[in-house]
């Protein structure tokens, strides 16, 4: 059997979204040719990789064979292809498809714990166009960074999980703080609807006194077993009808929103001998409501800079919103 009936049987079977995700991945590999100097096909491309794909060879496998094909066979230097050198430097809204590599200037918005080992760090970094995650891998020996500085990261290669872009930071990568002062782009946005759910790390918290992350446990991921200071804050969903937001009320808002201040909490917590009791206090008051919400959307999570109570809805209003919702909606 020739290499394009292969790929012509191997098609077949391949169910259009998987087609979609393999085309990806092949033009991954192009790009990275290209910027060797390499000249090669899509379609060469597809047919290498459609025959050992054939034969059970793993994904990853596949992309390392079929680079280091074209490669060594286009006299490139392999040290220097792997190396790379630095790849340019772009816009994090660019690195919108799977496999991209680039160079980013950016800003740590924010730090999350990870329990993994093989994870350095995770979290959010971004510029004027926007936020996205980043994983720097144990691996990459990087510079470890810090929350509200920034940094330039050359060569960090992205992809995709749930569907949503993040950028990987891996042995080839390398980190550099910089002073750059650089304004992080968020989408504003505003949102009527009832808070379905006051999510775990909600409540009555305790944070570092050094960095301001929560602790759990009594630990911060930063600072280790620390003597933390008390908080409140609100991680909740909020549901317009349509689609549920995660929303994140700060010390401010939540004191507001729930007319419990942070002594009024601790004490309580102190009462009950139960931390839980003020984030079940918080659903008292709050669950099932409705809101107006103005935030920045970072990420998934609407960082909330106001929020407004909306008043007991009668039937009037009910009639009113069902006039507003579009016909295909409802």
Same mark, same amino acid.
């Given at each position: 059997?020739?290499?394009?009936?292969?790929?012509?049987?191997?098609?077949?079977?391949? @169910?259009?979204?998987?087609?979609?995700?393999?085309?990806?991945?092949?033009?991954?590999? =192009?790009?990275?040719?290209?910027?060797?100097?390499?000249?090669?096909?899509?379609? &060469?491309?597809? *047919?290498?990789?459609?025959?050992?794909?054939? $034969?059970?060879?793993?994904?990853?496998?596949?992309?390392?064979?079929?680079?280091?094909?074209?490669?060594?066979?286009?006299?490139?230097?392999?040290?220097?292809?792997?190396?790379?050198?630095?790849?340019?430097?772009?816009?994090?809204?660019?690195? &919108?498809?799977? @496999?991209?590599?680039?160079?980013?200037?950016?800003?740590?918005? =924010?730090?999350?714990?990870?329990?993994?080992?093989?994870?350095? #760090?995770?979290?959010?970094?971004?510029?004027?166009?926007?936020?996205?995650?980043?994983?720097?891998?144990?691996? *990459?020996? *990087?510079?470890?960074?810090?929350?509200?500085?920034?940094?330039?990261?050359?060569?960090?290669?992205?992809?995709? $999980?749930?569907?949503?872009? =993040? +950028?990987?930071?891996?042995?080839?990568?390398?980190?550099?703080?910089?002073? &750059?002062?650089?304004?992080?782009?968020?989408?504003?946005?505003? !949102?009527?609807?009832?808070?379905?759910?006051?999510?775990?790390?909600?409540?009555? +918290?305790?944070?570092?006194?050094?960095? @301001?992350?929560?602790?759990? @446990?009594?630990?911060?991921?930063?600072?280790?077993?620390? =003597?933390?200071?008390?908080?409140?804050?609100?991680?909740?969903? /909020?549901?317009?009808?349509?689609?549920?937001?995660?929303?994140?009320?700060?010390?401010?808002?939540?004191?507001?929103?729930?007319?419990?201040?942070?002594?009024?909490?601790? *004490?309580?917590?102190?009462?009950?001998?139960?931390?839980?009791?003020?984030?079940?206090?918080?659903?008292?008051?709050?669950?099932?409501? $409705?809101? !107006?919400?103005?935030?920045?959307?970072?990420?998934?999570?609407?960082?909330?800079?106001?929020?407004?109570? /909306?008043?007991? +809805?009668?039937?009037?209003? +009910? #009639?009113?919103?069902?006039?507003?919702?579009?016909?295909?909606?409802?």
């Amino acid at each position: 059997m020739s290499e394009s009936e292969r790929t012509l049987k191997l098609k077949n079977k391949q @169910n259009p979204k998987e087609e979609s995700q393999m085309d990806t991945k092949i033009k991954g590999i =192009q790009d990275k040719l290209t910027k060797a100097g390499l000249a090669i096909s899509e379609e &060469d491309l597809k *047919a290498r990789f459609d025959l050992l794909k054939e $034969f059970g060879v793993t994904e990853e496998e596949i992309i390392r064979s079929v680079t280091n094909h074209y490669a060594t066979q286009g006299g490139v230097d392999m040290k220097s292809f792997y190396s790379g050198g630095t790849n340019p430097e772009v816009k994090v809204n660019t690195l &919108d498809k799977e @496999n991209m590599w680039g160079t980013v200037r950016v800003k740590v918005v =924010q730090l999350w714990n990870s329990e993994h080992a093989s994870i350095g #760090q995770v979290g959010l970094v971004g510029d004027e166009t926007g936020t996205v995650k980043f994983t720097a891998w144990a691996s *990459a020996n *990087a510079l470890e960074m810090e929350e509200g500085k920034c940094y330039l990261i050359k060569n960090v290669v992205s992809s995709v $999980f749930n569907e949503r872009i =993040q +950028i990987g930071i891996n042995k080839k990568s390398t980190i550099e703080l910089v002073t &750059d002062e650089i304004e992080v782009g968020y989408e504003k946005v505003t !949102i009527v609807g009832a808070l379905v759910n006051i999510q775990n790390g909600s409540g009555l +918290i305790k944070r570092c006194p050094q960095c @301001n992350r929560s602790l759990r @446990n009594g630990v911060c991921s930063e600072h280790g077993k620390v =003597q933390g200071t008390y908080d409140v804050r609100i991680k909740g969903s /909020l549901d317009d009808g349509i689609q549920s937001h995660s929303v994140l009320l700060n010390t401010e808002l939540t004191e507001q929103i729930t007319g419990m201040s942070v002594d009024a909490s601790i *004490a309580m917590a102190i009462e009950a001998m139960d931390q839980s009791v003020v984030v079940g206090e918080f659903e008292n008051r709050l669950l099932c409501r $409705f809101f !107006i919400v103005e935030g920045s959307k970072m990420d998934q999570t609407i960082l909330v800079s106001s929020i407004t109570p /909306l008043a007991e +809805i009668g039937q009037e209003d +009910i #009639q009113l919103l069902k006039t507003a919702i579009p016909a295909e909606v409802a």
